[in-house]
């Protein structure tokens, strides 16, 4: 018997050894499954803002890989918070320094009084390619602001049916008329941008503070002064900021992730506010603001005295062109 | 009044998606739409864990900060609802939500969503409880029936937990105790502000 164990004693010592070695492996089945478990609050930890905790999952949309997103908080509260109060602020702030503007310096009038002739300031293509971007422009602001403020200021009023109905439209509107919009800006950025161009006569209009301020300055200017480059450029470079992000934000599949649409968002919204504040501006000094500046837009006619006031070399260049022409330009019998 | 959560505990959680199937079936979710998805984290890796993940019904939900219309509003039960007849389907929500819970019948290019559907938590909308025009819109109002949701009432392995916050912690605080490990109630912290302590 016990030869017969001697004579098998290496094939039990195999199968021992196999056992001490298989032993740990199987303690190792048994242990705590807790210890290598993925916790949230570590997944949480290693995130930057923006990001997911993600994995995989049996839903064709890949978004729905994405479990928690903590940065969309952010988002949220960066809509609530600091946008809103950039639109309150340049939007209230713009109103206040009018208001304090008018009362102060007044109505700026024709100095020489009207003189009854006129100059052509813009001709038909000029006035449809600023009333196309004006109209759309207010349509776009009221409806972008509606999205911001609507729900505080006219939700109490008209209650939540109509409301919503308001809002509806408005986000149809907002969407259709932003190609035009973008048609307009075009338009206009190819009729004027000659004429925009920064010169030397703008840093001795600026140097004067446009005149503004005091009366009976009127710094010299071409067809368009400083502060009329100022609003140009303002609102090219602040257009086409509003329709990349605007494309972007209609076409979510282009912005690319979430967190790039929110961006988008944020700077349409912000660029929005600043941009209408601007335009508050430029639609005082249009119209109530001035004496005769109606009128550029309106008949494309402008009184010479205005001109000669507030577009000085402006006036010569007409003047120059107009003599220099064969035969001079129709005078009127006197 | 209950405040309404729901907990996945996601060592319980086997991946079956018989959540997601009995969801959409309950209250008839068109295609597309997911109202409850399972994630599968580290899947294939050593510590893999699957988490059933809906809308969690925030406190101070960001959707409803964000929205232009403000579509949503809160049951007494804490439940994050909205109306379908208000929602103009701009998509602000979907960007705040750090769940992804809100959901369209369509794409999204253009503005041409469609209404917002999220989980109701059961509890159906701002419509008369139980009604034909209810269903519709939102799917079964089980909440007014006295039951809970049912993805959490089907669940196999009773991973997911519906409803008071207080009892649904205590029942998973207990486990986590009674088995020793827990890999935490997620979305609790981002949720609520707060997680369950152990």
Redesign the interface.
């Known amino acids: 018997m016990i030869k017969a164990i001697m004579a098998r004693m290496p094939a039990i010592l195999a199968v021992l050894v196999l056992f001490a070695f298989a032993a740990p492996e199987l303690s190792a089945q048994q242990i ?3 210890a ?6 570590q ?2 930890r290693a995130l930057q803002s923006g990001e997911a ?7 064709v ?1 890949p ?11 952010n ?3 960066d ?2 918070g600091m946008v809103k109060t950039i639109n309150i602020v340049a939007i209230l702030g713009i109103l206040a320094v009018l208001v304090a503007f008018y009362l102060i310096r007044g109505k700026i009038r024709i100095e020489g009084g009207f003189s009854g002739r006129t100059i052509q300031r813009f001709n038909a293509i000029e006035r449809f390619g600023h009333w196309l971007l004006a109209a759309t422009f207010i349509v776009l602001a009221l409806t972008g602001l ?3 403020f ?2 505080a200021l006219i ?1 109490p009023l008209v209650g ?2 109509a ?2 109905t308001i ?2 439209w408005g ?2 509107a907002h ?1 259709y008329l932003a190609w035009p919009f973008m048609l307009a800006l075009v338009i206009v950025f190819v009729a004027w941008v000659i004429h925009n161009l920064p010169s030397r006569t703008d840093v001795e209009w600026i140097k004067q503070g446009g005149g503004l301020f005091k009366k009976g300055v009127h710094p010299p200017a071409k067809k368009f002064n400083a502060g009329q480059k100022a609003i140009f450029w303002s609102v090219i470079i602040g257009g086409v900021a509003l329709s990349w992000t605007g494309v972007m934000l ?4 282009w912005a690319g992730s ?1 967190s790039d ?2 961006f988008y ?1 944020v700077i349409h919204a912000i660029v929005a506010g600043v941009l209408t504040a601007i335009i508050i501006a430029h639609i005082y000094i249009g119209s109530v603001g001035m004496e005769g500046a109606f009128d550029a837009m309106g008949t494309g006619q402008v009184d010479e005295n205005w001109a000669r006031e507030h577009h000085s070399l402006w006036v010569e260049e007409v003047k120059a062109r107009e003599n220099a022409a064969p035969g001079g330009a129709a005078q009127p019998a006197e | 009044m209950a405040r309404m959560k729901f907990l996945c505990d996601a060592d319980r959680c086997i991946e079956c998606n018989a959540c997601v199937t009995a969801c959409k079936n309950e209250h008839e979710v068109p295609w597309g739409i997911n109202r409850r998805r399972v994630v599968t984290i580290n899947d294939g890796l050593p510590g893999e864990r699957s988490v059933s993940m809906a809308c969690m019904h925030c406190t101070d939900a960001p959707c409803a900060a964000v929205c232009p219309v403000n579509c949503f509003y809160t049951t007494a039960d804490a439940v994050v609802l909205h109306s379908k007849d208000t929602c103009i389907g701009c998509g602000y929500c979907f960007y705040a939500c750090p769940f992804g819970a809100p959901q369209y019948p369509r794409v999204g290019n253009f503005g041409t969503r469609g209404k917002m559907d999220k989980c109701t938590y059961c509890a159906g909308g701002p419509e008369a409880d139980m009604t034909q025009a209810e269903y519709v819109k939102y799917g079964a109002n089980r909440l007014a029936e006295g039951k809970l949701p049912l993805c959490a009432e089907m669940c196999s392995t009773k991973a997911l937990l519906a409803g008071d916050g207080d009892i649904i912690a205590d029942i998973y605080r207990e486990r986590v105790v009674t088995r020793g490990y827990g890999s935490g109630a997620w979305g609790w912290r981002t949720a609520y502000g707060e997680t369950v302590s152990v």
């Open positions: 705590n499954p807790t290598s478990a993925v916790q949230e609050e997944l949480m905790v993600s994995g995989r999952v049996t839903i949309d978004r729905a890989a994405d479990l928690i997103k903590p940065g969309n908080k988002w949220a509260a809509h609530g509606n999205l911001l609507g729900r939700l939540e049916g409301f919503g809002s509806a986000k149809i969407n209609l076409f979510p599949e979430s649409w929110q968002q």
